[in-house]
Structure formats: C-alpha cells, structure tokens
C-alpha cells in the first residue's frame, strides 16, 4: 500500500502552487529526506512501567490515561512517518493518497489514538496564558533551573520520585504537570532539541485541576501540522537530511487504521487506538 500516492499538498511553501516543487515536478515524484526524530515511545513507557498505583491514579485523574497504555514500541519505522507527513495535506487537514482517496483527520482522532483530553478550553487561547513567575516557578520546583539539566531529564527525574496518597498537594501537582512535559516532549509534541521548547502550553499546567479541561489533542494537531510544513520545505529545498518533529506516530496509527489491510486489520473496539499497535 505504500504505492497508493497521487496527490500531495505542500501548503504555502514560498509561494510554489500546492503539491509542486520549486522545479514544477510535484512533491510525490520525489521520495522524503533521511528522517531522524526525538521521538521515543520507548523511553516513555520505560518510566510509566515504573509507576505504583498512585502515581497512575493521579495520571488519570488529569484526563492523562491514555498514555498509560502505550505499547513498548522500541523503534519507529521514520521512513514511513516521512512517507505519510508527505501526504498531508495541511490545508485540508487530510491524508490525500489520491483524488478520491482522502482521509480526513480531526482533533478528536488524536484523542481516539492517545486517550488525551479533547476539552473546550484552547491551550494556546486566553485560558493557557501564564505569568513569567508562574514558569519560574514551575522551572524552580522541578529542578529545570539548574545549569546543564534539560526539561526532559528534569521531568523524568520528578517522576521518578516517591510520591504516595501521604504526598504534599505540591508534589502530586508537580508530578502531574511533570508527566504531561515528559509525554509531551518524548512522544506528543517532540521537538528538534530535548529542551523547553517555547513553553506554549505551560499556561495549560498553571492550574492541575484544569488540566483535562483543555484540548490537548488540538495542540498536538496544530505542532504536528507545523512539522509537515517544515518537512515539505525540506523536501522543496532539496534537502538530504530531515527532522521530524511533532507526533508522526499519530499519522501512522491513523493511518493503519483507515485503510483496509485484509488480515492485519485491527479491531476497532478498543480504545485508545494506540494500544492495539505493537
């Protein structure tokens, strides 16, 4: 099935008419760079395997439990991640493989794959703002100030922690915003460095009992629709080498699960979609 393409689109990449490249030939004649990414559903369920009862309870009670069943995938195929981004159609927000065979995606499909809260607030809306002290707090409490110690690594130190029911409310906050920065960072909306990022939805963690209350699944389709801009951009230039960032494993699941595979179809009866694919 991976011969299926006909259609692709590139967005608004410097002004070349959508699926054409700078030389007129369109994007799909042309296979993706070499794709590297930071993504790592590895890592992440090495840390989630390592949790007590509580610890997942106090996930679950962020509208976070999804992630707490993900398979231990040890390595993604990015040959195929870079294949279907190149698909995308960002302005139709669709896997567009021909001119009758498009497959739109909407927010509520990350929720269905992941199991992330699809609520009404919008984190990068009014609601996700957050004041400079606020961060530096966040960054103080969890360690992430100190010279040399990357956000990613801060988080997983915080969740490796002993937290239990006798814990201070501060802790378990802690560990709740820390595990949705870890998640974020290796597997939801990874990016080209293991770093803050632009802390764009922080404002999102300010408050933990409003966690759930916010579209997550929204945020991680717009970062991932930002990196098919970037990597059709890469592919207009020429470009040997490529960075995937944003959740192409959204597009794989999403993928797999909308095209008729004959015996390797999944069923469609469990959620989230992602515990199906090993």
């Known amino acids: 099935f991976f011969d299926l393409g006909i259609m692709s689109d590139a967005s608004s990449c ?22 590297s990414s930071r993504i790592s559903v590895k890592k992440a369920v090495e840390v989630i395997d390592s949790f007590n009862d509580y610890k997942r309870w106090l996930i679950t ?103 239990a029911e006798s814990s201070s409310k501060l802790e378990k906050d802690c560990f709740q915003i820390a595990f949705v920065i870890f998640v974020m960072g290796h597997v939801l909306a990874p990016r080209t460095k293991h770093d803050y990022g632009t802390i764009d939805y922080w404002g999102a963690l300010a408050n933990t009992e409003n966690i759930s209350q916010f579209n997550w699944c929204e945020f991680v389709l717009d970062f991932l629709l930002e990196a098919v801009r970037r990597l059709k951009n890469d592919m207009m230039a020429n470009n040997p080498n490529t960075n995937l960032v944003g959740c192409h494993l959204f597009l794989q699941v999403f993928f797999l699960d909308n095209v008729d595979l004959g015996i390797f179809n999944k069923k469609h009866n469990v959620l989230p979609r992602i515990s199906e694919f090993d």
């Open 14 to 35: 410097e002004g070349a008419p959508e699926g054409m490249e700078k030389t007129g030939q369109p994007l799909e004649e042309q296979a993706p760079p070499a794709p």
């Open 61 to 163: 009670e962020i509208g976070f439990g999804g992630m707490l069943k993900l398979p231990a995938i040890q390595k993604l195929n990015l040959k195929f991640s870079a294949w279907v981004m190149s698909k995308v159609s960002v302005r139709r927000r669709a896997i567009v493989l021909s001119e009758s065979k498009i497959i739109k995606f909407f927010a509520e499909d990350v929720h269905k794959v992941f199991g992330i809260p699809c609520g009404h607030r919008s984190v990068k809306g009014r609601d996700g703002f957050i004041k400079p002290e606020a961060i530096s707090f966040i960054k103080g409490t969890l360690g992430m100030d100190k010279t040399g110690v990357h956000s990613l690594r801060a988080a997983e130190e915080f969740l490796m922690r002993e937290i």
